[in-house]
């Protein structure tokens, strides 16, 4: 199976800030990752695609980049609605697997 | 307007069996390929299998966990997803959601329902 390793898997950031998150896969997913948000009580929601393709709706502050094993989520400048838990996804192969999450809050 | 909306979860004992729907709506289901994802409260999302479309024969993958215990299932004339879930454990306490998958060939999740939530406890 494929692992994937998020870090950090919590972060403090002030709203303006720049934030990247990193994800790691144990062995080469080519660009056959997604990341996700998702808010407490919610179902998780797809910001990306194909590490970078941003999905219809996502504001633009989101980007996404890597392909192989390394990939980051950066957020250009965190607004209040982005404090949420960000997961990635591979869909290389199967089993289909997430990372640990990463939670953004609010310093 | 795309609508995931599952239902059929609740309390059920160790050993014992459930069977959740996923009800859909606002695109044509029999074209997509169909996923359970499931989280356990407060944890991270881990996905439990997929299904296929007719054009493929509705072939099923699975989670190693949930393998030989879970099977999923389809109903294209209304517009259903199943997920019948034998021999729970404790351990398969979440929420559990349907998720759609895009047609766009990378396999990702690009709608979600609500979730319903299964507790296995005695």
């Known amino acids: 199976d494929i692992q994937l390793t998020q870090s950090p898997s919590f972060l403090s950031a002030s709203v303006g800030d720049r934030v990247t998150i990193t994800c790691r896969a144990s062995q080469g997913i080519s660009s056959y990752l997604a990341w996700y948000q998702q808010k407490p009580g919610k179902a998780p929601k797809l910001l990306l695609y194909a590490a970078s393709t941003l999905q219809s709706g996502v504001p633009s502050r989101f980007s996404g980049s890597g392909s192989g094993t390394e990939f980051t989520l950066t957020i250009s400048s965190l607004q209040p609605e982005d404090f949420a838990t960000y997961y990635c996804?591979?869909?290389?192969?199967?089993?289909?697997?997430f990372g640990g999450g990463t939670k953004v809050e609010i310093k | 307007e795309v609508q995931l909306v599952e239902s059929g979860g609740g309390l059920v004992q160790p050993g014992g069996s459930l069977r959740l729907s996923c009800a859909a709506s606002g695109f044509t289901f029999s074209d997509h390929y169909m996923d359970w994802v499931r989280q356990v409260p407060g944890k991270g999302l881990e996905w439990v299998g997929r299904i296929r479309k007719k054009a493929n024969s509705y072939t099923t993958e699975y989670a190693a966990s949930v393998k030989g215990r879970f099977i999923i299932s389809r109903d294209d004339s209304v517009n259903s997803l199943y997920l019948q879930m034998n021999s729970l454990k404790t351990e398969d306490t979440a929420v559990y959601y349907c998720?759609?998958?895009?047609?766009?060939?990378?396999?990702?999740?690009?709608?979600w329902g609500q979730g319903t939530l299964v507790t296995v406890s005695s």
């Open positions: 996804q591979q869909l290389n192969s199967y089993p289909l697997t």
């Open positions: 998720a759609r998958v895009a047609g766009a060939g990378y396999g990702y999740n690009d709608y």
